[in-house]
Nanobody, 120 residues
Framework: QVQLVESGGGSVQPGGSLRLSCAAS????????TGWYRQAPGKQRELVAH???????NTVDYLKGRFIISRDNAKNTVYLQMNGLKAEDTAVYYC??????????????WGQGTQVTVSS
């Protein structure tokens, strides 16, 4: 059984930093593209950043320069480094990934989310 688990969320003051982790576990054959999303209260879930298996990245324009996505394929883990956090970054952050489990076809998995709160 494949699982995605996010961690690293918490409360931070404006201007602070957090690093989120998204770890995949289970009977995994390969992990393809992975993305970080966020959902603020009363708003739709939105894409934050995306990284391919080969390491090509794409971050939404208004977060470039503050948010950086990276991955460690040996650890089946994707990271989101968030710097210069603002109150409007407060949201539940989710990761998703295209994962091929052993003897299974590829499908998209979602983690359970991790809360990030930016407040003074």
């Amino acid at each position: 059984q494949v699982q995605l688990v996010e961690s690293g969320g918490g409360s931070v003051q404006p201007g602070g930093s957090l690093r989120l982790s998204c770890a995949a576990s289970g009977n995994i054959e390969s992990i393809g593209s992975t993305g970080w999303y966020r959902q603020a209260p009363g708003k739709q879930r939105e894409l934050v950043a995306h990284i391919t298996k080969g390491g090509s990245t794409n971050t939404v324009d208004y977060l470039k320069g503050r948010f950086i996505i990276s991955r460690d394929n040996a650890k089946n883990t994707v990271y989101l480094q968030m710097n210069g956090l603002k109150a409007e970054d407060t949201a539940v952050y989710y990761c998703n990934a295209e994962i091929t489990a052993i003897y299974r076809i590829s499908r998209t998995y979602w983690g359970q989310g991790t809360q990030v709160t930016v407040s003074s």
